[in-house]
């Protein structure tokens, strides 16, 4: 079966996304249909033949892509959503609630309540607060936020590896922020940790759990541990890495970190990461629902339906689309986040990576940067010098997207001399870093593929 035929799910999918979207088309038409005729306006009025021409010319543009769907793409963190989230989506955006209030739309409000305490328990967490933003970095400046408010006047430590965004958001906040460095493997050095929290001037810890560039897990139990003993809150970002805490235990998945995240005082998740979901769908979830009163406002506009809480009394977003709420529920009803559901997606991803790193090793051409945590692999073309190492890393990369018969997508990763000399020592440190090749396995279908995916870099590097 091919992509015109179904959907481009690869051979063997058999959800046929035009018959589910079509009957989530006519569901909500019934709906609306109870509500009686009205006349619809002409000046909203398009003919077929210029839907038609316009459509044409928007899906010839959308052909100026990266094939994100295919295990060709072994790149960045993108890939299309589950078909459940895309009809969950459409289904819902017909209505287009506003999850704000339960004034803009009580059913997906509902929704919203229900994915985030399956999220919450997905993490060990009993009572909590909690609602999905617009994305990571909106989830992390909420936790950031709260951080503030209940440490006021101190600052917020994370780690040199952690999000870009952190910093910026304690700009945003006017929060001091300081980037504690890594150790060899590129999690937040303890020591390091230590001695700034005896400084006195930290309120709260950003631990990541999968970092972005490397999907480095740090120590959240040890983070926890130091943080408790001078007084700081602990949050954990673990925007991409969260979904594989249904793998801990697994796969060579240590458990330690995963099962202290239920001690933390707040957890960032990005469904829209491992979670099947189309961009506009982060989580931020609070252990102690309490902090609630750090939201407290009034909105003269909103909040009349019902005395319940409106997830908008309790974020600071205004709208957020109802329809990433329903995405995510459709999803969760078919593949709840357990170690059976969602886990299996993962884990298929998490075999790719480590089999693929087992493929490195073997090869002459090829070295691992280091060997990989969750699913995202680091390595590079073998060779004596940064210089040569960078020089190849980007030729592969270029050669592989520029070739028509047979790309590859990958991505590539800034490290610098000093990171690459604790792991390397042999590779002469000729320039201040180098890129090395980074690959997100982010799809299942990588598992199968990866044999693949290695002969055709193995043959670049050549
Ligand atoms: C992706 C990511 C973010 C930012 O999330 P967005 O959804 O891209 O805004 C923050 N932290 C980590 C660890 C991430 O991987």
Not at 120 to 132: E, I, K, R, S, V
Not at 158 to 173: D, I, K, N, P, Q
Not at 237 to 242: L, Q, R, S, V
Not at 395 to 417: C, H, W, Y
Request: net charge negative.
């Amino acid at each position: 079966m091919s992509g015109s035929e179904l959907y481009a799910w690869g051979d063997g999918m058999t959800i046929d996304l035009r018959h589910w979207l079509g009957e989530a088309v006519t569901a909500m038409g019934r709906w609306q249909d109870t509500y009686g005729p009205y006349p619809a306006h002409p000046s909203l009025q398009v003919t077929d033949e210029d839907l038609g021409e316009a459509l044409a010319r928007l899906t010839d543009r959308l052909q100026d892509n990266y094939p994100f769907f295919h295990p060709r793409y072994a790149g960045q963190m993108l890939k299309p959503p589950h078909p459940a989230a895309i009809i969950g989506y459409v289904a819902a955006m017909q209505v287009n609630p506003n999850n704000h209030a339960l004034d803009g739309g009580p059913a997906t409000a509902a929704m919203e309540k229900e994915v985030v305490a399956r999220l919450a328990t997905m993490f060990g967490y009993g009572d909590h607060l909690g609602h999905l933003t617009s994305s990571g970095t909106i989830a992390n400046l909420e936790a950031l936020f709260v951080a503030r408010e209940s440490h006021p006047g101190k600052g917020v430590a994370f780690s040199a590896e952690s999000h870009y965004t952190h910093g910026r958001m304690c700009g945003v906040l006017g929060v001091e922020g300081h980037k504690v460095a890594v150790d060899d493997r590129g999690r937040i050095d303890l020591g390091a940790l230590e001695d700034l929290l005896r400084g006195g001037r930290i309120g709260t810890v950003v631990a990541t759990a999968g970092t972005t560039g490397l999907g480095a897990v740090e120590p959240v139990h040890e983070i926890l541990t130091l943080a408790r003993r001078y007084g700081a809150r602990v949050h954990v970002d673990a925007a991409y890495g969260g979904f594989f805490t249904l793998l801990a235990g697994e796969y060579g998945i240590d458990r330690a970190p995963w099962r202290a995240v239920a001690g933390c005082d707040s957890i960032v998740v990005d469904p829209h990461k491992h979670g099947l979901q189309p961009y506009g769908c982060g989580a931020v979830l609070f252990r102690d629902p309490a902090v609630g009163r750090f939201y407290v406002h009034d909105s003269p506009y909103t909040y009349f339906t019902s005395d319940e809480l409106h997830l908008g009394e309790i974020s600071l977003e205004c709208s957020r689309a109802g329809a990433a709420a329903a995405a995510l529920w459709l999803t969760f009803e078919l593949l709840p986040p357990t170690r059976e559901g969602l886990g299996q997606v993962l884990a298929a991803g998490r075999r790719a990576a480590l089999r693929w790193a087992g493929l490195i090793e073997q090869s002459p051409a090829l070295e691992l940067y280091q060997p990989p945590e969750l699913d995202i692999v680091t390595y590079f073309r073998a060779a004596e010098s940064l210089t040569e190492i960078d020089a190849a890393s980007a030729r592969i990369m270029t050669q592989g997207m520029n070739d028509p018969g047979d790309p590859v997508f990958l991505s590539v990763l800034k490290v610098s001399a000093e990171a690459f000399g604790r792991r390397i020592p042999e590779v002469r440190a000729d320039a201040d870093g180098a890129r090395v090749l980074r690959s997100v396995l982010l799809k299942p279908e990588h598992e199968e593929y990866v044999g693949t995916l290695h002969a055709r870099v193995e043959k670049l590097a050549n």
